[in-house]
């Protein structure tokens, strides 16, 4: 076979790469990311070599998930598009995803510009047509444009990183209506 033919991933990679990324989320989740990247392997039941195949570094493991988690984003924006509070419960699937991937945001390097804006734009795609039938319908207040939707996530986890905020599911829960008050009519509650 040429050299510049590429192989498609074997099924048991892609298989042990998805288990990796299922295990990362939840292990990340309750533990926070500093947690050991072997209790990771342990939960996807794969050894520490298939872990260090797939993901030479902890930061290349959450690069991974929130790439994933810009998919889901995407996904669930296509099958919210036909209802007027779609962008409401899109908003509300994004900030349990960033609630649930609390300290992934320090082990993303900014280095990587082009990569993080891209995921960035696939968001704010994501959301533009939402956010116009959201506005047609009455359940977005008139002034609110894309770019604040956007604000809305670094506030509320730059709220819950609030070391007397961190770890009160009341004020996390707070810190949600707020944000929803401000974009959203009561209409859209």
Known sequence: MPDDVQRAPRRDAIRNRERLL???????????????????????????????????????????????????IEHRAVELRDADDGIVTLFGFVLDQQRA??????????????????????????????????RAAGTVRPMVVVDDVMLAFPMAAGAMADSDLAGRPEA?????????RALFTDAAG
């Open 172 to 180: 996390a829960d707070r810190v949600r209506a707020m944000l929803f």
């Open 101 to 134: 991937n609390r300290g992934f945001e320090r082990l993303l390097s900014p280095a990587d510009l082009t990569w993080l804006t891209e995921l960035s734009a696939r968001t704010i795609a994501a959301f533009e047509p939402l956010l116009a039938r959201g």
């Open 22 to 72: 299922i295990a990362a989320r939840q292990v990340f989740a309750e533990r926070g990311a500093d947690v050991a990247l072997e209790e990771v392997a342990r939960l996807a039941e794969v050894s520490r070599t298939t872990l260090y195949r797939h993901f030479t570094t902890r930061e290349q493991l959450a690069a991974a998930v929130f790439e994933e988690n810009v998919a889901l």
